[in-house]
């Protein structure tokens, strides 16, 4: 396999593969290389032969070795799904502490308050609906009058603050703000239970 396969090219020709340097740590990414009958010799990532991109550019007259490539790919493929995930579990399980523990009229959050907003987090937000936000990635508030209160703005503008979480994270009166998702409001309610088994 690979060895003595024919390889055709856009530019150069058809050639044969005379070498192969595999690269374990990411074997997509090792090298053939290819005598072109012009006399032209080049190096090739074997990645090439699956790429789309270079369909029209470069093509390997090999069915067992293309099988072989595209089982590398699937696998690959798969590796980066499974640490996208896992980075996105990690970024997702991420608590954001402090959360602000009054709200708009200076009463203490409660429990039941989280978990109010934690039933209505990541779900669409209708006019005058309230959400718990973050403020700069930190700090968590139980709806958008409370962080206004806190930053000592126009608590009626909650809308606007709202608006700014849909855009993802622009900026509004100098701050960055988000909707809280339900792992972050779960990290708040899982806190306070912690609190309330020590007392």
């Not at 090792?30 to 369909?55: L, Q």
């Not at 980075?87 to 009463?107: D, F, M």
């Not at 206004?148 to 703000?177: Q, T, V």
Request: hydrophobic letters at 35%; proline letters at 1%.
């Amino acid at each position: 396999m690979f060895i003595g396969s024919t390889v055709i090219h856009k530019k150069y020709g058809e050639g044969i593969i005379t070498d192969l340097n595999i690269r374990s740590e990411n074997e997509l990414s090792s090298i053939i290389t290819v005598n072109f009958n012009s006399g032209e010799i080049k190096k090739f990532a074997i990645s090439m032969f699956v790429d789309d991109k270079f369909c029209n550019i470069i093509s390997l007259e090999d069915e067992k070795a293309i099988s072989y490539i595209s089982a590398l790919k699937e696998e690959y493929n798969k590796k980066e799904i499974e640490k996208r995930e896992q980075r996105k579990k990690i970024l997702e399980s991420k608590t954001y502490v402090p959360s602000y523990n009054l709200n708009e009229v200076e009463r203490e959050v409660s429990k039941e308050d989280w978990e109010k907003a934690f039933k209505v987090a990541e779900s669409y937000r209708f006019p005058n609906e309230s959400r718990a936000v973050i403020m700069d990635s930190d700090l968590v508030f139980i709806n958008a009058a409370t962080a206004l209160r806190y930053i000592e703005a126009r608590e009626k503008d909650g809308d606007k603050l709202y608006k700014s979480c849909d855009l993802r994270n622009k900026r509004f009166m100098g701050h960055h703000w988000s909707y809280a998702s339900k792992d972050n409001i779960r990290a708040i309610i899982n806190k306070l239970e912690e609190v309330n088994d020590i007392k």
